[in-house]
């Protein structure tokens, strides 16, 4: 089947797509198109997108329609994010046209999935993995292999023997671990402040970042 003709069967669960900047993580500031899946395998209780948690069908787009509303905007750089886009079908052939197209792609993801097809793209494509206590803190050995980034969001759960999970060393050392304080929160905002703090007595710095997008009131 011709790759052009394997577009026509690949359907996507959309909850939406807009323009903004990366308002977390290490790219903050970046201009960014977002698109969001419908769809997560995690029950996280302060998720602030819960209208894209449930698997809806009725959301579903053909992946054309999906490329020709990205080709309208001028920038470069998209966001794969959720609900949880690795449960997404479809995924991996998205991120080959998109690349083919020449865009640059993240993947932000609870880390608890993989799909196989990614690995020829892996090394290309810049996952930010946000492990999640709701899963036992567990991320799949590829995520591990292959993130970016760990993104941490830091709320009454979040402990330094977490962080110090021998899986995570390797962010520690590199210097891509984030602290994201929940909700902007001032409370833990100094949780993240003193974990930082701790971290930084054994060796290793990790930024404290929050939703910067939600200060300035955008999307």
Request: proline content about 5%.
């Amino acid at each position: 089947m011709l790759r052009s003709e394997a577009r026509k069967t690949v359907y996507l669960n959309i909850n939406e797509v807009y323009a903004s900047i990366q308002g977390e993580g290490l790219l903050v500031g970046l201009p960014v198109i977002f698109v969001r899946f419908q769809g997560c395998n995690l029950r996280c209780p302060w998720c602030d997108q819960p209208s894209a948690l449930p698997f809806l069908r009725d959301h579903s787009v053909p992946i054309d329609s999906l490329l020709a509303h990205l080709s309208e905007y001028p920038i470069k750089h998209i966001v794969l994010t959720g609900g949880e886009p690795l449960a997404q079908e479809g995924i991996t052939f998205l991120v080959e046209e998109l690349m083919s197209r020449g865009y640059s792609v993240q993947i932000e993801t609870n880390g608890t999935l993989w799909q196989e097809g990614l690995e020829k793209f892996a090394e290309r494509l810049h996952i930010t993995c946000s492990p999640k206590w709701t899963a036992n803190w567990f991320v799949h050995p590829k995520i591990i292999r292959y993130a970016k980034e760990l993104k941490f969001v830091v709320d009454d759960v979040l402990s330094q023997d977490v962080l110090l999970k021998s899986e995570f060393r390797r962010f520690l050392e590199e210097g891509k671990v984030v602290l994201q304080p929940e909700g902007n929160k001032l409370v833990f905002f100094e949780k993240a402040l003193n974990l930082q703090a701790a971290l930084l007595k054994l060796g290793f710095t990790v930024r404290v970042l929050p939703q910067v997008h939600k200060f300035f009131g955008v999307p």
